[in-house]
């Protein structure tokens, strides 16, 4: 058999084994898994001894280029897949967001626009849906059968134009069940929350970003996980908590799922990593993102989640704002860019904090960054497994490589990072996205506009 590509010598690491063995890859597919493969005459051959093989990575929630907070996210589709790539991602799911009064379609085409033909790996869509009526409604099933089967409604967002309400969410998710679809939602709740922003605004000099804390305690979210989780219940729709940051809330999950709700949940490095206390620095403005970092009763909590299986998934949230662009708050909390770097710096954190410190197990680590990601939303096997048939989208990984991490040394646009300092034990080294190098030995080597739109599938059944 004519091999493209050989992966030599590594330990490959899928969500249930791992084993010594090679992987050889023509064209975009896995074609085989052996101990010992021979190239044919024009192989290309990647050496991995005692290196980790992984399957990619999978992003399931970025926010690239994104109009927000009078600015604009500043990793484009393009510099957004790269950083994703040098940092073992092969995938990431962004946000095609409704505009009221406009079709879905409408907002899926023109952000496919700005994505196609600039992404170094593939992508996929989550439709956010901000308006309910009768062709909404209709859409739905179209915009499933189109490849986009997983949906977003922010609880929170008035003024941007993009809030649902309870009774949006609600029908949403009797919908989405008819066709295999499922709801994410942004949990927080509206009128709670503005009714302490306005009230520490008041406060605004005396607190500065702390009043960013202050104005998001942990109810705020956690009731309103509470809250989409019953209507999740009495639907039978399938939900998924997007950025979940509150220890209770992780509780929630858990009670529910123990019911037999088609509830799910990630949260992001963000908050299993940092506590509130970023917020009383100098620079604590930087660290403003929505749902805000909570306590480390919270992380501990969220990590016990992570072990148990009440959270299924990390991802990043990845919405970039410089340090410029976060100055635009001029000292009020109200209008801070909020969002974070990260898609970069997952998988190696993870690795770091969850493997290498022992909490959970390499076979853990590939669930929640890649399995689990690819079977919930729609893309597994093709994507989130080494085995043949699949994507050749792996990564590998060299868990010797020290690596401490500056801003300036990565690929994102972002001049700082929430992890500067941190010191990471064990880093990708390279990464190939449906059997093409985009990563080798730590450098750039892949091509922009390579990366394809990626069609999903509903899901019937989920194991998990
Ligand atoms: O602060 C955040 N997370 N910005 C991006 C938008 C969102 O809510 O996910
Ligand atoms: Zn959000
Ligand atoms: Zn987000």
Same mark, same amino acid.
């Given at each position: 058999?004519?091999?493209?590509?050989?992966?030599?010598?590594?330990?490959?690491?899928?969500?249930?084994?791992?084993?010594?063995?090679?992987?050889?890859?023509?064209?975009?597919?896995?074609?085989?898994?052996?101990?010992?493969?021979?190239?044919?005459?024009?192989?290309?051959?990647?050496?991995?001894?005692?290196?980790?093989?992984?399957?990619?990575?999978?992003?399931?929630?970025?926010?690239?280029?994104?109009?927000?907070?009078?600015?604009?996210?500043?990793?484009?589709?393009?510099?957004?897949?790269?950083?994703?790539?040098?940092?073992?991602?092969?995938?990431?799911?962004?946000?095609?967001?409704?505009?009221?009064?406009?079709?879905?379609?409408?907002?899926?085409?023109?952000?496919?626009?700005?994505?196609?033909?600039?992404?170094?790996?593939?992508?996929?869509?989550?439709?956010?849906?901000?308006?309910?009526?009768?062709?909404?409604?209709?859409?739905?099933?179209?915009?499933?059968?189109?490849?986009?089967?997983?949906?977003?409604?922010?609880?929170?967002?008035?003024?941007?134009?993009?809030?649902?309400?309870?009774?949006?969410?609600?029908?949403?998710?009797?919908?989405?069940?008819?066709?295999?679809?499922?709801?994410?939602?942004?949990?927080?709740?509206?009128?709670?929350?503005?009714?302490?922003?306005?009230?520490?605004?008041?406060?605004?000099?005396?607190?500065?970003?702390?009043?960013? %804390?202050?104005?998001?305690?942990? +109810? &705020? #979210?956690?009731? $309103?996980?509470? /809250?989409?989780?019953?209507?999740?219940? =009495?639907?039978?729709?399938?939900?998924?908590?997007?950025?979940?940051?509150?220890?209770?809330?992780?509780?929630?999950?858990?009670?529910?799922?123990?019911?037999?709700?088609?509830?799910?949940?990630?949260?992001?490095?963000?908050?299993?990593?940092?506590?509130?206390?970023?917020?009383?620095?100098?620079?604590?403005?930087?660290?403003?993102?929505?749902?805000?970092?909570?306590?480390?009763?919270?992380?501990?909590?969220?990590?016990?989640?992570?072990?148990?299986?009440?959270?299924?998934?990390?991802?990043?949230?990845?919405?970039?704002?410089?340090?410029?662009?976060?100055?635009?708050?001029?000292?009020?909390?109200?209008?801070?860019?909020?969002?974070?770097?990260?898609?970069? %710096?997952?998988?190696?954190?993870? +690795? &770091? #904090?969850?493997? $290498?410190?022992? /909490?959970?197990?390499?076979?853990?680590? =590939?669930?929640?960054?890649?399995?689990?990601?690819?079977?919930?939303?729609?893309?597994?096997?093709?994507?989130?497994?080494?085995?043949?048939?699949?994507?050749?989208?792996?990564?590998?990984?060299?868990?010797?490589?020290?690596?401490?991490?500056?801003?300036?040394?990565?690929?994102?646009?972002?001049?700082?990072?929430?992890?500067?300092?941190?010191?990471?034990?064990?880093?990708?080294?390279?990464?190939?996205?449906?059997?093409?190098?985009?990563?080798?030995?730590?450098?750039?080597?892949?091509?922009?506009?390579?990366?394809?739109?990626?069609?999903?599938?509903?899901?019937?059944?989920?194991?998990?």
């Amino acid at each position: 058999m004519k091999l493209d590509l050989l992966i030599k010598n590594g330990t490959l690491v899928t969500a249930t084994d791992t084993i010594q063995a090679d992987v050889g890859v023509e064209g975009e597919k896995i074609v085989s898994i052996a101990e010992n493969i021979d190239p044919t005459s024009d192989t290309v051959v990647v050496e991995a001894k005692d290196m980790y093989v992984f399957p990619g990575a999978i992003d399931v929630h970025v926010h690239f280029q994104l109009p927000f907070s009078g600015t604009i996210s500043a990793d484009d589709f393009e510099n957004g897949t790269k950083a994703a790539a040098m940092g073992g991602v092969t995938t990431v799911l962004d946000f095609a967001i409704q505009q009221k009064g406009h079709s879905i379609m409408e907002a899926v085409k023109a952000r496919r626009k700005e994505a196609d033909g600039k992404v170094c790996i593939d992508y996929g869509l989550h439709a956010a849906i901000t308006d309910w009526n009768p062709q909404t409604q209709a859409e739905i099933k179209q915009i499933i059968e189109y490849g986009i089967p997983t949906f977003k409604m922010f609880m929170i967002y008035k003024n941007e134009g993009w809030m649902a309400d309870d009774g949006m969410l609600f029908q949403a998710l009797e919908e989405t069940k008819k066709f295999g679809g499922m709801i994410g939602v942004h949990a927080e709740s509206v009128d709670i929350l503005d009714m302490l922003i306005e009230r520490y605004a008041q406060e605004k000099e005396k607190w500065g970003a702390y009043a960013h %804390t202050l104005s998001r305690p942990d +109810y &705020t #979210e956690s009731e $309103a996980v509470q /809250r989409a989780i019953k209507w999740a219940e =009495v639907t039978g729709g399938r939900l998924y908590i997007v950025h979940m940051s509150a220890g209770e809330s992780a509780q929630y999950v858990h009670d529910a799922r123990e019911r037999g709700v088609h509830v799910y949940a990630e949260t992001c490095p963000q908050y299993l990593l940092l506590d509130d206390s970023v917020f009383k620095g100098e620079n604590g403005h930087l660290y403003a993102t929505c749902p805000q970092i909570k306590k480390k009763e919270d992380s501990m909590r969220l990590w016990k989640g992570l072990i148990d299986g009440d959270i299924q998934i990390v991802a990043t949230d990845t919405c970039t704002f410089d340090t410029k662009q976060k100055a635009m708050w001029e000292g009020d909390f109200r209008r801070i860019p909020f969002g974070l770097p990260g898609v970069e %710096t997952m998988f190696p954190l993870l +690795y &770091t #904090e969850g493997v $290498a410190k022992k /909490r959970f197990s390499i076979n853990h680590l =590939v669930r929640l960054a890649s399995t689990n990601p690819a079977k919930i939303f729609g893309m597994f096997p093709r994507k989130g497994t080494i085995a043949s048939g699949s994507d050749a989208d792996l990564v590998v990984f060299d868990p010797n490589k020290q690596v401490t991490i500056h801003a300036k040394d990565l690929q994102t646009n972002c001049d700082w990072s929430p992890f500067e300092g941190w010191q990471l034990k064990g880093y990708p080294h390279t990464t190939i996205s449906r059997g093409e190098l985009v990563v080798s030995d730590g450098k750039f080597v892949g091509k922009c506009g390579r990366g394809q739109f990626l069609k999903r599938q509903a899901v019937k059944q989920l194991d998990i």
